[in-house]
């Protein structure tokens, strides 16, 4: 057999579980992706009931690079919704809500991890509270946009947060996760160590932005004098590619290069190729994402272990890290100090962890200490648990707080 013909089969069934799973969930009032991550837990668990084929999707190595360059995309998607400049026009709000949206989630699932995991040690507590830190607005952006809230002072905060905590949840990732690397090759964890990752976690960053700002104009200038079908989309991914390699050649995971490389791109970089007809960047990349994202999140679920969620202790994890990850975006509302903001409604509007920390927890998988995961099955299925949950509690509760006051709320609109 055509050793491609398992890959084809293994995509077939991917596709078909997630476009059929996402259908279902959006018709119960749902995002899609929540579906497409219950789809690949029912795969790789009717192994249960007897169905071992599916299984053995989770264990191919030819789809999990598929899966990866899927969260790549999906990452550089994420960054072409705002841009360098978004980032200081949000304000101190924003700001605050932002850096009390990170350190609150990392400390309480950092001690939530310590009190019932106490003999995995710091490496396991510093990465579920890293998990915790992330923060996918796009569930309370379309229901902002549902209930013509977009354009509030809170629903501003709220997406302007959003874009300084992905940043810091990616830069704190990307310290977790050069420590536990340290710690596999024998080198003691120390401040020093801690310091030295943070601080090229932010120079590499930093030097991404201003490098990009400064090259891609040029960069985009000459692919534009370029004929032929194709030129702005291959441009495009070889600046996402390509900032994604150079992340991970300084020890950051790929999706911050690629993060950063949306963030730089503007619509100016697009305009010479949009005058002469073609698509904008979003609509070229749409068949791609669409090919290749269902494939991550449902490689994703297909990780979930149920039998793992008989054991008590998983179940008991679960269920704290949800509280922790729900009351430490509620604490981050204390930091929109100075207006008359509804903060209830802007801690809720945060809540949602999404595909972000499922991103989180699949690096998780991959990082080992003396030949031992630092996320086990148990620990990642506690986790998918948190992610579900916060996912499905937030747009009934976000429509709730901002009902409370409408005439309020709507008086604030801007015109």
Not at 114 to 142: E, K
Not at 237 to 249: D, H, K, R
Not at 255 to 275: K, S, T
Request: aromatic share 6%; net charge neutral.
């Amino acid at each position: 057999m055509d050793p491609v013909a398992h890959v084809l089969l293994a995509l077939t069934i991917i596709l078909a579980a997630a476009k059929i799973a996402g259908h279902v969930s959006v018709r119960l009032g749902q995002p899609a992706v929540l579906g497409e991550l219950l789809a690949g837990v029912v795969l790789a668990n009717l192994r249960l009931a007897g169905v071992d084929a599916f299984h053995r999707i989770a264990d191919d190595p030819t789809v999990d690079i598929l899966a990866r360059l899927g969260v790549v995309i999906l990452l550089f998607e994420v960054g072409l919704e705002s841009t360098v400049r978004d980032m200081f026009k949000v304000g101190w709000p924003s700001l605050f809500v932002a850096v009390l949206g990170v350190v609150a989630p990392f400390a309480l699932g950092w001690g939530v991890s310590a009190w019932l995991l106490p003999d995995r040690g710091p490496y396991v507590h510093a990465f579920l509270g890293a998990t915790l830190t992330a923060t996918s607005v796009g569930i309370t952006a379309r229901v902002l946009k549902d209930l013509d809230r977009s354009r509030s002072p809170e629903a501003r905060v709220i997406l302007g947060a959003a874009v300084i905590d992905d940043v810091l949840g990616l830069v704190i990732l990307a310290v977790v996760s050069g420590v536990i690397t340290s710690a596999d090759r024998g080198e003691p964890m120390s401040y020093l160590a801690i310091g030295t990752v943070l601080g090229t976690a932010f120079t590499c960053l930093f030097a991404a932005l201003v490098l990009g700002v400064a090259l891609s104009r040029r960069i985009f200038g000459l692919a534009a004098r370029l004929h032929g079908s194709g030129v702005l989309l291959a441009t495009a991914l070889i600046f996402c590619f390509g900032l994604a390699y150079l992340a991970s050649i300084v020890g950051l995971a790929p999706i911050v290069g690629a993060y950063a490389a949306g963030l730089i791109l503007e619509e100016a970089h697009f305009r010479p190729f949009v005058n002469r007809g073609e698509q904008q960047i979003e609509h070229l990349l749409h068949p791609i994402s669409a090919f290749l994202v269902p494939v991550f999140f449902v490689f994703m679920g297909m990780h979930v272990d149920l039998t793992a969620f008989a054991r008590v202790d998983v179940l008991g994890l679960s269920a704290l890290l949800t509280v922790a990850a729900i009351l430490g975006k509620q604490a981050c509302s204390l930091g929109a100090l100075g207006q008359k903001l509804d903060r209830l409604s802007i801690g809720i509007g945060m809540i949602p962890r999404g595909e972000v920390g499922l991103i989180f927890a699949n690096i998780g998988l991959g990082l080992h200490v003396a030949g031992q995961r630092v996320v086990d099955e148990g620990v990642f299925s506690a986790v998918v648990i948190m992610v579900i949950v916060t996912t499905i509690v937030t747009p009934p509760a976000l429509k709730w707080s901002l009902a409370r006051h409408p005439s309020d709320l709507a008086a604030r609109q801007p015109r």
